[in-house]
């Protein structure tokens, strides 16, 4: 699929919102996200107005491409698509995804696209991590919910470092390179606010950046947070891994940098892979190289600003 991305790149097209509107709504529109490409059909008018919103500055093919993934959000029936309407998620496969009301319909989107690459990827070695790259330096951030790892990419993102992930960080097997997949940073519950605050310290429009923001769904209140322009213009500049950091976000913790050993580096990182095992042998080298040649630490803060300055300490001390 890279050979043919790369083959039509002749055919990549800048929509306006009418524009793509229209194809969400009717052939669907075919988006390209770092290495796939997946054609998006929304038959809600209010989902699509969200899509829109966050993903208009991505690539769009014009001409119809072979896709990696597919996706459809629709109401099953009449009443659920005007009475009370659901968001049904179809991905091309027999899978059954819980319906969300459709005013939640932008949640079950992202969830959709996740699902696909967390089932599907088989080409790449995939960590559950925030991933930011930086003048040569590629930052794995491995860790589970919870930990601030998506509020930290996006916050660093948003300082000048090129998003990868905040969900999948993605290590090429042959070339040992980070694969950028710069989709919509997922936010939930505080780190919400924290984010907003954060970017309205650079961007002056700065609510133009994030969808609305969804209650009650099963992780709480979740928003979307578009990457920087920046990031999605690189969505195909790949960086080798060579820090790896422990996240802890602690709010009543005193900002501190934690040395580690690198076997522990190793088996974090081995734990937030959710393809380690289907990879096998090929995993375990490409970690163990992985972390042989890179500098690991733990960071624990109780604020964002605090994440970042410990971030770049430790990146800055390693140049010095």
Known sequence: MKVLSKFHKNKLAAFDDEELDTKLSTSGAQLEIGPFTVNVKLEFKNIRDEFIKIYREYPFYNDPVIHDNYIHIYGRNFYRKYMRPQAFVDVGMNEEFIPLPASMGMVSLEMGLNWQVASACKQYLMFHAGVVAKDGVGLIMPAASGSGKSTLAAGLSYRGWQLHSDEFGLLDLESEELVP????????????????????????????????????????????????????????????????????????????????????????????SANYGDIGADAFHAISNLIDNARVCEIVYPTLDDAVKLVEEFVGDGNG
């Open 181 to 272: 997949y710069p989709r919509a940073v997922s936010l939930k519950n505080e780190s919400i606010p924290v984010m907003k605050n954060w970017v309205a310290q650079s961007h002056e429009n700065h609510l133009d950046y994030f969808t609305e923001e969804f209650e009650g769904t099963p992780k709480g209140t979740i928003c979307y947070m578009r990457p920087t322009t920046q990031s999605i213009n690189a969505m195909h500049e790949r960086t080798k891994p060579n820090i790896v950091i422990l996240p802890i976000f602690d709010p009543a913790s005193k900002p501190e940098i934690r040395p580690i050993t690198k076997t522990m580096a190793f088996f974090r990182t081995v734990m937030s």
